[in-house]
């Protein structure tokens, strides 16, 4: 099993940054395809970004070349660093991990789900 929890969220303002932790407990996240999903009001839960065991690294086009996923093995941690962010980012922010090929977790069908950090994005 592999707990996940998610932190960093919060309200800030449309161009600010935020960076979001993921830290897992009970396995080695180095086994493991990370992953970022988040859901808004009223909208299914979407595909973010993700970063695989060799650090190879995806994103959705709506978040490319604002957003950057990264992991730290030896921390047992996933990052996401958000900038320039806007007001259609708000959502809840999910952390996912998938034993399986990163494929699978960009599908929306990792083996393990965190509980969620809210990001808030005023204008």
């Known amino acids: 099993q592999v707990q996940l929890v998610e932190s960093g969220g919060g309200l800030v303002q449309t161009g600010d940054s935020l960076r979001l932790s993921c830290a897992a407990s009970?396995?080695?996240?180095?086994?493991?395809?990370m992953g970022w999903f988040r859901q808004a009001p009223g909208k299914d839960r979407e595909f973010v970004a993700a970063v695989s065991r060799k650090s190879a690294t995806y994103y959705a086009d709506s978040v490319k070349g604002r957003f950057t996923v990264s992991r730290d093995n030896a921390q047992n941690t996933m990052f996401l660093q958000m900038n320039s962010l806007n007001t259609e980012d708000t959502a809840v922010y999910y952390c996912?991990?998938?034993?399986?090929?990163?494929?699978?977790?960009?599908?929306?069908?990792?083996?393990?789900w965190g509980q969620g950090t809210q990001v808030t994005v005023s204008s």
């Open positions: 009970g396995r080695s996240i180095s086994n493991y395809a």
């Open positions: 996912a991990a998938d034993g399986g090929p990163t494929t699978s977790l960009r599908r929306g069908q990792p083996d393990y």
